[in-house]
């Protein structure tokens, strides 16, 4: 089984359960908002908690004692075909910048139509932090009056917010793990021990399992060997062959990698000239970001002040 398709919830057991009691009792709020960092999970619990919505009253359903969807289940076979009737996804396509106004007024089409059996209908927006102005007040227009029967599940990267009139509409579960859940979540994933294929240092405690699974998959495209290579060779190959432009996870991650070894580096060496350096990249990289700034001019920056300073 691919490992990005999780049958079965490591995590979030509590808020899980919570979730599953409101829908049972019929009294699960139109709006509900999943948020934590990038990689932590937010996905997977959004479709556990949507497969254990469609399935209640089917053969196969989910089995909440083990916290699994069973693979043998209708509506779990249908969403993963993108084909159940009663759930509409919206998602930030590969090549924009943003959740288009088009997509939303599709999904308020399917949000005016009366639902499959008279169930549940599911409208789950992923990375809702790249709405852009017009599609969240389109949404916040829906969420003021929903239709009948329909859940908004709404999942947002917690270190970029939404509108907060679209906070103030909706319930909100955060999730977070720590280190060692991070690791341990992993290595269930994988069903391996992550130690095997990455050096430690690459990894640091503000990761989640997506992202050490997604470097771990960034890896073996790129034909990296994670286990031998240090931090500052790793960088230093991402910057050499511009990676950092070709791979959606590392023009998303790379910085991370940047400020995690000027940390260590400060801390290594505990000279005056990290401290100031890490500030220096800290503030060009806010600006290049603010500003759309070139990139390849911050990374050979840092390249020759940093990797080879």
Do not use: W
């Not at 169930?119 to 852009?132: D, H, V």
């Not at 230093?236 to 910085?255: E, P, R």
């Not at 070139?294 to 002040?305: A, P, R, S, V």
Request: include cysteine; charge should be positive.
């Amino acid at each position: 089984m691919d490992h990005h398709q999780n049958l079965k919830l490591y995590n979030f057991h509590n808020d899980f359960l919570s979730l599953c009691n409101l829908v049972k009792k019929s009294e699960i709020p139109n709006s509900i908002i999943i948020d934590g960092m990038d990689g932590i999970g937010k996905r997977t619990f959004a479709t556990h908690f949507i497969n254990y919505t469609f399935s209640l009253n089917e053969e196969e359903p989910y089995d909440i004692k083990n916290y699994e969807i069973n693979a043998m289940n209708r509506s779990y076979k249908l969403v993963l075909n993108n084909s159940h009737p009663n759930l509409f996804s919206i998602n930030l396509n590969d090549d924009k910048s943003s959740i288009s106004i088009e997509q939303i007024r599709e999904m308020i089409k399917f949000a005016n139509k009366s639902s499959f059996n008279n169930r549940y209908k599911i409208i789950l927006i992923s990375k809702s932090e790249f709405l852009n102005k017009s599609s969240s007040n389109a949404i916040l227009k829906i969420l003021e009056e929903p239709s009948k029967n329909t859940i908004f599940l709404i999942l947002q990267n917690s270190r970029k917010k939404n509108l907060k009139t679209i906070q103030s509409r909706c319930i909100k579960f955060h999730l977070k793990l720590d280190f060692n859940n991070v690791i341990s979540t992993t290595n269930k994933i994988l069903n391996d021990d992550i130690y095997k294929y990455i050096n430690p240092d690459l990894i640091s405690h503000y990761n989640t399992p997506g992202q050490i699974i997604n470097l771990l998959d960034f890896s073996k495209t790129n034909d990296i060997n994670l286990k031998n290579i240090s931090i500052s060779e790793f960088i230093a190959l991402i910057i050499d062959k511009k990676l950092y432009l070709k791979n959606i996870f590392m023009k998303t991650n790379f910085n991370s990698f940047l400020e995690k070894y000027l940390l260590k580096l400060t801390i290594d060496k505990k000279k005056n000239k990290y401290f100031k350096l890490y500030d220096k990249f800290i503030n060009m990289s806010n600006k290049t970001a603010l500003y759309n700034l070139d990139q390849e001019t911050l990374y050979l920056n840092y390249k020759n002040n940093v990797l080879n300073g």
